[in-house]
């Protein structure tokens, strides 16, 4: 692995969108006690589902804590490789690398710099340290080459990509003071466009209410063709994500994308509101000077939080009356792919959902 310290776009380097074809997936076993409820069982439970749903066309690979080692091996079938490597808590999406290709089909990754989303501004943890190593020691593992980026704080999930020259995120997130405080939009957008190979970047202005990951664009709004997006939907004008949601619809509705094409906007329903219940936070186990959990603290639900692997979505169920609705929405619009629903509230405890605890490696050829 090779440490790389000039531009992907200016080397002809650029991310792809999810719905191409990839090598595999990266996913990281949870277990952090005031992420995971209970000794983190039913999100192993869960993660274990998602990892299994990938891997029918990709290959998963598990990363997991000395500690937990032997669980998430004896949870995880055979097909699955697990690896011990260190981390803080187990969101790839976020601080696994961001890969890119070039037109020859080689890849390489990015490695950002990760501050539990927002550092001691309004970051969620302390210390993050083992999370922002891991970049450079998957890339090492897969013996791919990775950009240093640390200069720069980003998290997967804070970006959207149509592989075609586009980029969406939002300005809650990216504009946030706890990320690069010391950079304009202008900037920041550049630093985009430069490290992602893209030529235009379209600005949300909000996510989904009460995200604090400070509103990522992965819960809120994501390609799923050229030209084409989702985004999560409320119609009910009492809820505070009616007028979040309606403001996105605007701004989606006046862009162009990279390439000038309109933007189709499929909108996918909300579930009802999610809260926490005593029981749950009962299960936490919080750290001095870190946010917890609340009763009744509304959690940051949306079907938008999906994966798309090389033959199905993998998408978060709620057992809400539109599990059902948002997954036929999909299924018109992945013709090609299976839908597998996956009942995700032990994820969505921990602050995500499926998408962010995924990432896919593109396709590449093997050396
Ligand atoms: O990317 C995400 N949505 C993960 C947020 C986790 C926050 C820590 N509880």
Known sequence: MKILNSIPKNDGY?????????????????????????????????????????SKSEKVTVLVNYEAYDTAREMLPENIRVIEM?????????????????????????????????????????????DNKMAKKICDLYDIDIYNMSNFVLEGGSIHVDGEGTIITTEACLLSKGRNPNMSKTEIEEKLKNCLGAQKVIWLKRGIYNDETNEHIDNICAFVAPGEVVLAWCDDKNDPQYKMSKECF???????????????????????????TKHECDGLINFEGEP??????????????????????????????????????????????????????????GGGNIHCITQQIPYFKET
């Open 250 to 276: 605007n701004i989606l509705s006046k862009e162009t994308d990279a390439k000038g094409r309109k933007l189709k906007i499929h909108k996918l329903p909300q579930p009802e509101p999610i809260y926490m």
């Open 14 to 54: 650029y991310m792809p969108a999810e719905y191409d074809k990839h090598y595999g997936c990266i996913i990281i076993w949870p277990e952090r006690a005031d992420s995971w409820q209970y000794g983190a069982v039913k999100a192993r439970k869960a993660f274990s589902e998602v990892a299994k749903a990938i």
């Open 292 to 349: 917890t959990r609340t009763e009744t603290e509304r959690l940051a639900a949306s079907y938008v939080n999906f994966y798309i692997s090389n033959n199905a979505i993998i998408m978060p169920g709620f057992n809400d009356k539109n599990d059902i609705k948002a997954k036929e929405i999909l299924k018109n619009i992945f013709k090609d792919r299976e839908i597998i629903q996956i009942y995700a509230r032990d994820i969505l405890i």
């Open 86 to 130: 260190s981390s803080n808590d187990s969101w790839a999406r976020d601080y696994a690398p961001t890969f890119l290709k070039n037109d020859k089909g080689k890849i390489r990754g990015i490695d950002w710099y990760f501050n539990a989303w927002g550092g001691l501004y309004d970051g969620l943890y302390f210390p993050w340290d083992k």
